[in-house]
């Protein structure tokens, strides 16, 4: 069987990663699988860029086009959102390929337009790496349930109308899909309720399959080794934090550590803890976080993130809304403990004071509480660690997640059989 993955990205992004992660997997284990995205970034001859070698540019024009329509509100920065008018062909691309199932990823930024998804030829898989699949436009909904009815009065849009842009794009997705041939695979538990919930995709076939990550890359290495890579001292506690827009990007809630560390560094004995920041360039004036704090900027590296998330104590994920959250599961492979808050889709990650701590949604104080208990004793520390590698390699490793697709890959083609 062949699988064609269509994705705005291959590598450039979480959604990406966890997208050109698949495809590398599935191709190791011997299924015909090709990548069609918007901008490639990798030198792997089984991605196929949309538009060739003008595919950076053309899909910068795409986005920008994309994002017109948003320019008559005064729109919030909750979420990014996706309008999905811009028309593009891709039937015959699709054709070309041959597949025997299309398999959806992340397609925002302007990449697929919503009425694309009618020209598919083949069954479709689509794994939802977010919410803008069942929502008027938002890849998030910061809480926001109008997706269960039709959308409209958007927040996020500053709008009280009920026929805004909002309610425009869910009515194209619902006029679009339906009847489609279509598999729905959301990430987390959470999502799935969500989706489950909307308008759009009540009666559609949904299956959780959870992101996987390669435990061979990411692995635990001697601290001492792991710290050395990265220039960091043999004798102090380090306290991780990252995603991409880790500053920028509000939904990460680089705000609520802020407030979490200033109540480390007030109320626990942490004076020997510092912070360390990924996935975002440094701010042009650093807030008062109370701890020593080094920001690493954007990491594309594997073996160097996986050398960062070893050399750590514990790593911080304080996301408002998060569909998964890959960093958590690329932490515990290399045997270091997660703190994150008790919502979304670290509720299927972290066992809570098992293999890290799950703090009470959205107090920054107990966020505070969970990293000094991991941190209370190294022997503590460690444990958690090895607790937290053991659960990514009975549940996320991607040999698992691979047989989970190639289950539901043979069930289609045999139902269409």
Same mark, same amino acid.
């Given at each position: 069987?062949?699988?064609?993955?269509?994705?705005?990205? $291959?590598?450039?992004?979480?959604?990406? +990663?966890?997208?050109?992660?698949?495809?590398?997997?599935?191709?190791?284990?011997?299924?015909?699988?090709?990548?069609?995205?918007?901008?490639?970034?990798?030198?792997?001859?089984?991605?196929?860029?949309?538009?060739?070698?003008?595919?950076?540019?053309?899909?910068?024009?795409?986005?920008?086009? $994309?994002?017109?329509?948003?320019?008559?509100?005064?729109?919030?920065?909750? %979420?990014?959102?996706?309008?999905?008018?811009?028309?593009?062909?891709?039937?015959?691309?699709?054709?070309?390929?041959?597949?025997?199932?299309?398999?959806?990823?992340?397609?925002?930024?302007?990449?697929?337009?919503?009425?694309?998804?009618?020209?598919?030829?083949?069954?479709?898989?689509?794994?939802?790496?977010?919410?803008?699949?069942?929502?008027?436009?938002?890849?998030?909904?910061?809480?926001?349930?109008?997706?269960?009815?039709?959308?409209?009065?958007?927040?996020?849009?500053?709008?009280?109308?009920?026929?805004?842009? %909002?309610? @425009?794009?869910? +009515?194209?997705?619902?006029?679009?899909?339906?009847?489609?041939?279509?598999?729905?695979?959301?990430?987390?538990?959470?999502?799935?309720?969500?989706?489950?919930?909307?308008?759009?995709?009540?009666?559609?076939?949904?299956?959780?399959?959870?992101?996987?990550?390669?435990?061979?890359?990411?692995?635990?290495?001697?601290?001492? #080794?792991?710290?050395?890579?990265?220039?960091?001292?043999?004798?102090?506690?380090?306290?991780?934090?990252?995603?991409?827009?880790?500053?920028?990007?509000? +939904?990460?809630?680089?705000?609520?550590?802020? #407030?979490?560390?200033?109540?480390?560094?007030?109320?626990?004995?942490?004076?020997?803890?510092?912070?360390?920041?990924?996935?975002?360039?440094?701010?042009?004036?650093?807030?008062?976080?109370?701890? *020593?704090?080094?920001?690493?900027?954007?990491?594309?590296?594997?073996?160097?993130?996986?050398?960062?998330?070893?050399?750590?104590? @514990?790593?911080?994920?304080?996301?408002?809304?998060?569909?998964?959250?890959?960093?958590?599961?690329?932490?515990?492979?290399?045997?270091?403990? @997660?703190?994150?808050?008790?919502?979304?889709?670290?509720?299927?990650?972290?066992?809570?004071?098992?293999?890290?701590?799950?703090?009470?949604?959205?107090?920054?104080?107990?966020?505070?509480?969970?990293?000094?208990?991991?941190?209370?004793?190294?022997?503590?520390?460690?444990?958690?660690?090895?607790?937290?590698?053991?659960?990514? *390699? #009975?549940?996320?490793?991607?040999?698992?997640?691979?047989?989970?697709?190639?289950?539901?890959?043979?069930?289609?083609?045999?139902?269409?059989?």
């Amino acid at each position: 069987m062949r699988i064609l993955h269509i994705s705005t990205s $291959d590598t450039r992004g979480g959604a990406a +990663r966890g997208s050109y992660g698949l495809h590398q997997a599935l191709c190791e284990a011997g299924v015909d699988s090709l990548m069609l995205v918007g901008r490639k970034y990798s030198d792997d001859e089984r991605v196929v860029p949309l538009a060739g070698a003008t595919a950076r540019v053309h899909e910068w024009v795409r986005d920008s086009l $994309d994002q017109l329509p948003l320019n008559g509100y005064r729109k919030t920065d909750a %979420s990014f959102w996706t309008v999905g008018w811009v028309p593009r062909g891709l039937s015959r691309a699709i054709e070309a390929l041959r597949p025997d199932i299309v398999h959806l990823h992340w397609i925002g930024g302007g990449f697929m337009p919503i009425g694309a998804l009618r020209s598919i030829p083949v069954p479709v898989v689509w794994t939802l790496r977010d919410m803008w699949a069942f929502t008027g436009g938002c890849h998030y909904t910061a809480g926001c349930t109008g997706y269960r009815t039709s959308c409209g009065h958007c927040p996020q849009l500053g709008s009280t109308h009920e026929n805004d842009l %909002s309610r @425009v794009v869910w +009515r194209n997705k619902s006029k679009a899909w339906a009847g489609l041939d279509l598999w729905l695979v959301p990430i987390s538990d959470w999502l799935a309720k969500c989706a489950g919930q909307s308008s759009l995709f009540a009666d559609v076939p949904t299956r959780v399959i959870p992101n996987g990550v390669d435990s061979r890359r990411f692995r635990p290495v001697p601290p001492a #080794e792991a710290r050395a890579a990265w220039g960091l001292a043999p004798d102090k506690r380090y306290i991780l934090f990252g995603a991409v827009g880790a500053l920028s990007d509000e +939904r990460k809630g680089f705000g609520h550590l802020v #407030e979490a560390a200033n109540v480390l560094a007030a109320s626990h004995s942490t004076a020997p803890a510092e912070l360390l920041v990924f996935g975002d360039i440094a701010p042009d004036v650093s807030p008062q976080l109370g701890l *020593k704090t080094h920001f690493l900027g954007h990491i594309d590296d594997d073996a160097q993130l996986a050398r960062l998330y070893a050399g750590a104590d @514990v790593m911080v994920a304080p996301s408002l809304q998060e569909a998964f959250g890959k960093t958590l599961i690329e932490s515990m492979s290399c045997g270091t403990p @997660v703190v994150a808050f008790a919502s979304g889709g670290p509720l299927d990650i972290v066992a809570h004071r098992e293999n890290g701590y799950l703090a009470h949604p959205f107090v920054a104080t107990d966020l505070a509480n969970g990293v000094a208990w991991c941190l209370d004793s190294p022997g503590r520390t460690e444990e958690l660690g090895r607790r937290a590698r053991r659960r990514v *390699k #009975e549940r996320f490793d991607m040999g698992i997640v691979v047989q989970h697709y190639s289950d539901l890959y043979e069930s289609i083609l045999a139902r269409a059989a």
